[in-house]
Nanobody
Framework: QVQLVESGGGLVQAGNSLRLSCAAS????????MGWFRQAPGKEREFVAT????????YYADSVKGRFTISRDNAKNMVYLQMNSLKPEDTAVYYCAARGALSGSVRTTEYDYWGQGTQVTVSS
């Protein structure tokens, strides 16, 4: 079992930055690949970034590549998403997710645990 709690969302102007955090509890965190997803109103949940269990493999959606950075600290049971150069189209609820595998995935169906989400709103 892994419990996830996101924080760090808020309202920012376009071009600014936010750092999302995901606090995980549970013994299996360090052997779990992690992902960040987002869901805008009226849209399906979409992949943002994923990181393998030790952080050696990272993958980003094309829409955020070069602007967002995913990282993890297994000693602290934390996952982060640094978001720079934010755009209005980045507005969404952002979710942290964990999967019972060492490697990451872009598919929502391959994640076993989800946080409650944190709202990010980017104004133009």
């Amino acid at each position: 079992q892994v419990q996830l709690v996101e924080s760090g969302g808020g309202l920012v102007q376009a071009g600014n930055s936010l750092r999302l955090s995901c606090a995980a509890s549970g013994r299996s965190f360090s052997s779990s690949a992690m992902g960040w997803f987002r869901q805008a109103p009226g849209k399906e949940r979409e992949f943002v970034a994923t990181i393998s269990w030790r952080g050696g493999s990272i993958y980003y959606a094309d829409s955020v590549k070069g602007r967002f950075t995913i990282s993890r600290d297994n000693a602290k049971n934390m996952v982060y998403l640094q978001m720079n150069s934010l755009k209005p189209e980045d507005t969404a609820v952002y979710y942290c997710a964990a999967r019972g595998a060492l490697s990451g995935s872009v598919r929502t169906t391959e994640y076993d645990y989800w946080g409650q989400g944190t709202q990010v709103t980017v104004s133009s």
